[in-house]
């Protein structure tokens, strides 16, 4: 299995453009999450979604962050219209069941608004 | 709600010396616990995890964690460590589905050779 995938694992965009974070989970997983990391507030839960389902959203900083999951294979974190201070790296994991086995982390996107 | 701490932020040890990495977390029933490690530009891994059973569980890379109920703890160990072991390590607890994992604010830890 080739674990998490995520794109793009860097990306530069300018104040204000639209950003699309995409990440594929382990197949067979139905769990999948997406994190925020900075060192100031370290490892944060943004959404988590459970068969295809967005089940928890409340760490979604505010309306410019969205995340969908159209189908068990694919899912995004898109923010629109992008600020210097969603700079950081953003990781995508997946869990078979409810997480109870643990996570698989993807290798992270990292995010730099100029 | 459920919650970590990891009370050293950075800790180092010599080339060879035993490590111990602190963990203490909260949470009203029995806790789904995990150790992470992150190497620099790269995901976390998981180590290790303890639901039930044992209170000593065994993890990969000659890690292990102990499950201390009394002093809500579950500090990872190794008695020799190793360069390649210099990463930034994250304990996390679960709820009793195991999902929705609160991570501390991780260790890093450096290896003097």
């Known amino acids: 299995d080739a674990g998490v995938i995520q794109s793009p694992r860097h990306e530069v965009t300018e104040m204000g453009q639209e950003v699309t974070l995409r990440c594929k989970p382990i197949s067979g997983h139905n769990s999948l999450f997406w994190y925020r990391q900075t060192m100031m507030r370290g490892l944060e839960l943004l959404i988590y979604?459970?068969?295809?389902?967005?089940?928890?959203d409340s760490g979604m900083p505010e309306d410019r962050f969205s995340a969908k999951m159209p189908n068990a294979s694919f899912s995004t974190l898109k923010i629109q219209p992008s600020e210097p201070r969603d700079s950081a790296v953003y990781f995508c994991?997946?869990?078979?069941?409810?997480?109870?086995?643990?996570?698989?982390f993807g290798s992270g996107t990292r995010l730099t608004v100029v | 709600a459920q919650s970590v701490t990891q009370p050293d932020i950075h800790i180092t040890v010599s080339e060879g010396a035993s490590l111990e990495l602190r963990c203490n977390y909260s949470?009203?029933?029995?806790?789904?616990l995990f150790w992470y490690v992150q190497s620099p530009g790269q995901g976390l891994q998981l180590l290790l995890k303890?639901?039930?059973?044992?209170?000593l569980v065994q993890g990969i890379k000659g890690f292990e964690a102990e499950f201390k109920r009394s002093q809500s703890s579950f500090n990872l160990r190794k008695p020799s460590v190793h360069w390649s072991d210099a990463a930034e390590y994250f304990c996390?607890?679960?709820?009793?589905?195991?999902?929705?994992?609160?991570f501390g604010g991780g260790t890093r830890l450096m290896v003097k050779p």
């Open positions: 994991a997946s869990s078979l069941g409810q997480g109870a086995a643990g996570y698989t």
């Open positions: 949470y009203g029933a029995t806790p789904y």
């Open positions: 996390a607890v679960g709820n009793n589905a195991g999902n929705m994992l609160t």
């Open positions: 303890y639901f039930s059973g044992d209170t």
């Open positions: 979604f459970n068969n295809n389902v967005p089940i928890d």
